[in-house]
C-alpha cells in the first residue's frame, strides 16, 4: 500500500483503538489546559479547526500516493481503514450494490472510549470527521451522508454511500 | 487515563507526535510561541512526570532504576547509549543514536521535538525521584553528535 498510509498507521499490529487511545491520553491534557487558559469555547474551536485541517490533509496525501481513479482511490484507502476499525464495532451492511452502500454501525468502541472520558467531540473529531476525508478521495464518484452516530449519542451510526455510474 | 498500552516507546511517541505536532503548529499559527506554547509545554511536563512515576513503579525510583528505564524502555529499538558511569548516586551515558531525533528530523520539525520530546525527560525525572536531577548540555535533535544525559543524585 502507500508510504502515506503506511506511516499513518504506524504499526500495523497495534490495533486502531489503541492507536487512538495513545493520541487521546495525549491530546486530552493539553486540550483541557487549553480551555483553561482560552475558555472552553475558544480552546475546542482550536482544536475542531486544527484536527479538521490535519486529517483532511492526512487523508488528501494519502489519496495522492495511490494511483488509480478516485473511485480505486477510495476502495484502497477504505479497504484498510474497514479493516482496521471492523475489530471494533459491530454493524449490519443493508446494501451493497454498484449504487450504493447502506451499512448501519450498531456498536462502536470508539465511542465508547472518549464518551467515557466525557469527551464525544473530540472522537468525533478524531475518528468520525475521517469517513468524510476517505469519501472525499472518491472525488466525486463517492459521496457520504450520515445522519447521526453512536459517538453523539445516537443509538446507531447510519452510512450511505452513493457510486456515481461508472 | 494511566493504563499503559503494551507497545514499544518509540511507536508510542510517535504515534503520540502524529496527534500533537499539527495540533502545536496551528497553535502556534494563531497565537504566536507565547503563552500557549507555554501552557501546552505545561501540560506535556505534567503527562511527562506522570509518566515518571508509572515508570518508579515499574523499575524502582532509584539510579539503577533509571539505567534499567533507558535500557529497556527508550534502549528498545529507540535509542543506542552507552553508560560512561555509574554508581548508587550517579549515571551518566551518552546516547549515540536517537530515532526520536531521527523521525522529527525527518519532518523538519526538530524544535518541536525538542518540545514535545527531549524536554520530557527533565519533567519526567521529577515524577521518577524527588531526589534525582537530570542534566545535560547537548542533544542529537539540536545537531550534536550525542545526548550527553547525566543524572545525580541531588546533595
Known amino acids: ?166 | 487515563m494511566t493504563d499503559e498500552i503494551a507497545i514499544p516507546h518509540l511507536q508510542k511517541r510517535k504515534i503520540e507526535a502524529r496527534a500533537l505536532i499539527p495540533f502545536i503548529m496551528a497553535c502556534r499559527e494563531k497565537f504566536g510561541d507565547g503563552p500557549t506554547g507555554e501552557v501546552i509545554a505545561a501540560a506535556i511536563d505534567a503527562s511527562a512526570a506522570e509518566e515518571g512515576a508509572r515508570w518508579a513503579e515499574r523499575f524502582g525510583g532509584d539510579i539503577a532504576g533509571l539505567r534499567t528505564l533507558a535500557e529497556t524502555v527508550w534502549g528498545a529499538g529507540g535509542l543506542d547509549l552507552e553508560v560512561v558511569d555509574e554508581s548508587a548516586d550517579r549515571l551518566a551515558f551518552n546516547v549515540t543514536r536517537c530515532r526520536y531525533a531521527e523521525f522529527f528530523k525527518a519532518l523538519g520539525l526538530q524544535d518541536l521535538g525538542r518540545l514535545i520530546h527531549c524536554n520530557r525527560d527533565r519533567a519526567m525525572v521529577t515524577g521518577f525521584a524527588g531526589d534525582i536531577e537530570l542534566s545535560r548540555s547537548q542533544t542529537i535533535m539540536q545537531g550534536a553528535a550525542c545526548c550527553d544525559f547525566r543524572f545525580r543524585r541531588k546533595a
Open chain 1, 1 to 166: 500500500m502507500s508510504g502515506a498510509l503506511d506511516d499513518y498507521l504506524i504499526d500495523p499490529d497495534l490495533s486502531l483503538l489503541d492507536k487512538t487511545r495513545i493520541q487521546a491520553q495525549v491530546l486530552v491534557p493539553v486540550l483541557q489546559a487549553l480551555r483553561a487558559e482560552l475558555g472552553k469555547q475558544r480552546a475546542d474551536a482550536l482544536v475542531k479547526d486544527t484536527l479538521r485541517d490535519w486529517s483532511r490533509r492526512l487523508f488528501a496525501d494519502i489519496a495522492r500516493s495511490i494511483d488509480g481513479t478516485p473511485r480505486r482511490k477510495w476502495a484502497a484507502i477504505q479497504k484498510v481503514f474497514g479493516e482496521v476499525s471492523s475489530r471494533e464495532v459491530e454493524y449490519e451492511i443493508l446494501r451493497h450494490d454498484e449504487r450504493a452502500l447502506d451499512i448501519d454501525i450498531t456498536r462502536c468502541r470508539f465511542a465508547e472510549f472518549f464518551r467515557a472520558l466525557d469527551e464525544p467531540e473530540l472522537g468525533s473529531l478524531l475518528m468520525c470527521a475521517a469517513d468524510f476525508d476517505i469519501a472525499a478521495a472518491g472525488e466525486g464518484e463517492v459521496s457520504l451522508e450520515r445522519a447521526q452516530t453512536i459517538m453523539q449519542g445516537a443509538p446507531s451510526c447510519t452510512f450511505r454511500y452513493k457510486f456515481a455510474p461508472r
